[in-house]
């Protein structure tokens, strides 16, 4: 029996929307984005901390290509980024918090950007569900999301 696949997930570099912050809702409204107030926790999951915002914080929610592969499964959806997040690093095979509560949707795509498997699982799966994934020798990276919103939450490359 080999040992399972070794993992890592990845969060967003706050310096990709730090600008943001500083925008009009004009401005905003132009790159397809707009200013909110957190309003519930769980919910508006930044994918910088990869934690869920705190009620009464400030998020962005912005239109982002997280699959630029020019590909049939280029694709774009929408995001959060709290103010002021600080880019989480999780360690190698350590799941964020913010994943274990949701019904999540795990793409795997090869180096061409193509869409090789998908899964829905519990959020509490992953553990499990990632390294099998990724034992496929052909898979490049996996993508986490939302299964029922459909927006990204991270990517997940081997450690």
């Known amino acids: 029996m080999s040992s399972p696949t070794k993992f890592q ?31 519930k926790s769980p ?50 095979g350590e799941i964020p918090v913010f994943l274990n509560h949701r019904l999540l949707s795990l793409r795997a795509f090869d180096e061409h950007g193509m869409m090789l498997n998908a899964e829905v699982a519990p959020g509490n799966e992953l553990p499990t569900k990632i390294p099998a994934m990724l034992q496929e020798p052909q898979v490049a990276y996996l993508h986490l999301h939302n299964a029922r919103e459909g927006c990204y939450l991270a990517r997940v490359d081997r450690a």
């Open 9 to 39: 997930i990845h969060a967003l570099p706050y310096d990709r929307f730090q600008h943001f912050f500083t925008m009009t809702p004009d401005e905003l409204q132009q790159h397809r984005a707009i200013r909110q107030t957190v309003l």
């Open 43 to 92: 919910g508006y999951p930044c994918r910088v901390s990869l934690q869920d915002g705190a009620v009464g914080e400030q998020v962005i929610l912005l239109h982002y290509t997280h699959q630029p592969a020019e590909s049939p499964f280029h694709a774009s959806h929408g995001l959060f980024v709290r103010e002021n997040a600080v880019e989480a690093k999780p360690a190698a």
